[in-house]
Structure formats: C-alpha cells, structure tokens
C-alpha cells in the first residue's frame, strides 16, 4: 500500500489525538522520573502541527515531514521538541520529493529518524530513552519486511516491538537527564520518551489499518 500527502496529514493527524488523549498519563511518568512536562509539551508541540499543517503543503511528503520537524523544534518545549523534530526532519529528506511513500520508505524514513534521534541526543539502546521503543520497532519492521509481510503485518510488528521496548525500560535505571539522578528509584516506571514513540507509531498502525480498510470498500 502507498501513503499519499493529504493521507500523511491524516496519520500526523491521529498522532496528535492520541498524544493529546494521553497528556495526563505522559505527565505523570515524567513528573516521576523528570521535569513533568512532556506530556504537555509534545500536545502543545502537535496541536501546532494541526493548526499549521496547509492543503498545499501536502503534495511533497518529504516536504510534509520537514515542515512538522520545524513545527516541533519551535513549539514543543524540552528535549522533545529537538528530538522528535530532528526524526521528522530527518525522515522527510529520506523522502524528499516523493509524493506517495511505500512500507519500504517507511523503514528507510525510521531508520533516519532514528539515527537523528542518537545524533542529537547522544543515546543507545539501553539508556532508559525513546531509542529503546524506536530501535525495537526499525529492527522489527526490517525483519517483517525481509519476510515478505504486507504493510499492516508489518506495522503491527513494529506497534508490538516498541511496546515490548516501553517495557523494557522500567528495569532500566537512568543514565541520562533528570532521572539520572533517581538513581534505582527510577526503576519501575517506563520512560516518557519511549512511552510517547510507541503511541506514534501505535497511531501510524491503527491509521493505516483504517485506510486500508476504507480502499477495500
């Protein structure tokens, strides 16, 4: 299946709803272990991306996927905002141009992202980090698509590795940040970064699923 721009603005679209629907719970994980607010900054971060998200802006989704990186940077507060508009920013140069995108350039666009996400942040797998959601979900879809499986095979796949990876993070004590501080009393709680990462690509499925769906009729 091939994702189109206004498609594309749909899936950004969920994201920001299931960000938004969990707000509170992304701000108590980060009360527990960090400054408490990234729940609040990345709904304020995506709202923005719904408000200023334009009709012609949707025809180049490299150009899509940019433009929401620079949203991010400039209204999400924290580490997140440069983060997650470092992964967008980096995905859509992967795509720059292209006006559908395939389950293909969906790997190669998460692959970027991921590797903008240890660039700017300096983290690896294991640090108690989004990485640990993200690296998961890239290897997962990999796999998947090595196997031959169809696009929301694929992205269930990847949905169930970062929600394998959110929990992996609850036995993990910090390093980095805030919650470095914590030392073991950081243990047992999931972190917000890699909390947030599985519920975006947990929209990404759901919403592909449903335009999968929608096509068939």
Excluded: W
Aim: with cysteine; proline share 1%; aromatic share 6%.
């Amino acid at each position: 299946m091939s994702i189109n721009g206004v498609q594309v603005r749909e899936i950004l679209n969920s994201m920001a709803i299931l960000i938004n629907e969990n707000v509170d719970y992304l701000t108590e994980l980060d009360a527990a272990i960090g400054d408490g607010d990234h729940g609040l900054n990345l709904d304020k971060g995506f709202t923005a991306v719904r408000r200023k998200l334009k009709d012609n802006d949707l025809k180049d989704i490299g150009h899509v996927l940019k433009k929401v990186g620079m949203i991010l940077v400039s209204n999400t507060g924290g580490a997140s905002g440069s983060l997650y508009g470092t992964a967008f920013i980096r995905a859509g140069i992967t795509v720059d141009g292209k006006q559908t995108v395939d389950i293909k350039d969906f790997l190669k666009m998460l692959e970027q992202a991921l590797a903008g996400i240890k660039m700017r942040g300096r983290g690896r797998l294991g640090g108690k980090t989004m990485i640990d959601a993200i690296e998961p979900a890239v290897n997962a879809l990999r796999y998947s698509i090595s196997k031959g499986l169809d696009s929301i095979h694929s992205l269930e796949n990847v949905k169930n590795a970062a929600f394998i990876g959110v929990k992996s993070t609850e036995s993990i004590i910090c390093k980095n940040g805030k919650a470095s501080y914590l030392g073991e009393k950081s243990i047992g709680y999931p972190d917000p970064g890699a909390v947030s990462s599985y519920l975006m690509l947990k929209a990404i499925y759901k919403k592909v699923k449903e335009l999968c769906v929608v096509e068939k009729i």
